[in-house]
Every structure is written in C-alpha cells, then in structure tokens.
C-alpha cells in the first residue's frame, strides 16, 4: 500500500502551491482568494523513486466564525486517514491562533509531522522561519513553495516520516 500524506494548515499558507511543487504538475487550485480548495483533494506523487499519495486539503471559508474550530476539525479528518502529516506554516506571518489548533491535532494524533516553514523566497527570510521552533513539532524545513526553493530537504524530511 502506498503511504498518505495530508497537507495541513490554515487558508493561504500555500499548501496547495506546495502540493503542485511536489507533484510537478499545477492541479491544486492555489488562489489568491484563500479558502478556494476542496474539503480533501488526493494525488500520486514520489520523490527520490518512493510513491506517496499526497492529501491537500482546505475548502474554509477565511470570514467564517469559529475559523480555528473549523480548520482543526478539517485537520483532524485529513490527519487520522493519513500515515504522516505535513503541516505548512506562514513564515512570513510567524504562528497564528489557527496554527496553534492545528498543532493541539497534530500533538494528539501522534502521527510523524513534518514541518514546512513557506513563503521563505529569499535568504532574508529564513530567521523568521527559525521562530516556528516555537511550535514544538522540531526543525521547521524554510521553503518556497512558489520558487522550489528548498523543497528537496523538505522531500527528504517526509521520506524518513513515512
Ligand atoms: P492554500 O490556501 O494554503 O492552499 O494556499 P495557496 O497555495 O492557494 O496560496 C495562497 C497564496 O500564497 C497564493 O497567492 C500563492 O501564490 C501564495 N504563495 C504560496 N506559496 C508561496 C511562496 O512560497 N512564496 C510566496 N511569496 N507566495 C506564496
Ligand atoms: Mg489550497
């Protein structure tokens, strides 16, 4: 059986330009407009000759009352099909409430997390992505989804959490 792995976090984060990074292909919807994909949207991807089958996940609405609530119990359903999330955080806008729902999931599912600090396009970034340390889920891998840049430590980073 091939592996799952859900893509996690709150609206606008990125996680479907990442999902579309991985995969090699543009299929996720990424929006400007967060709040535009699917509850739960499933694709075949590999990295390093290994096939995994990558979850992305959204579909909140970003004016809805109760957002956090809401993103954490999307998370939880994503979380308990999968074998080994990735959560994507912000690192421009450092840890928000829906980011730390997020984690109190991820802390009680006990499944392996790998961390992805995004929007890291450039060198100046990357001490803002050291600050997700914070979360207490371990090293978080700064990437661009939008450039690749970093991505290949991150792929790795997921191969050992699968
Ligand atoms: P999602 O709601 O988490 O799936 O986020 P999307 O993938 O739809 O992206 C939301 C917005 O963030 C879009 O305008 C993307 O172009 C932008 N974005 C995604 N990744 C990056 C990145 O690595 N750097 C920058 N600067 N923008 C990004
Ligand atoms: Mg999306």
Redesign the pocket.
Known sequence: PVPVLAVV????????????RIIGRRE?????R????RDRVSYDADWSGRAFTLV?T?GWDPDARGLAERIAAQAEIAVSLADAVLF?V?A?IGITDADEAVVKVLRRSGKPVVLAA????DQRTEAEAASLWNLGLGEPYP?????G?GSGDLLDAVLAAL
């Open positions: 976090g709150r609206p606008n984060v990125g996680k479907s330009t990442l999902v579309n996720a919807v990424v929006e400007d967060p709040g535009v994909t992305d959204g994507v912000d421009t995004n929007k890291v396009d990437v661009s989804a939008l450039h840049r």
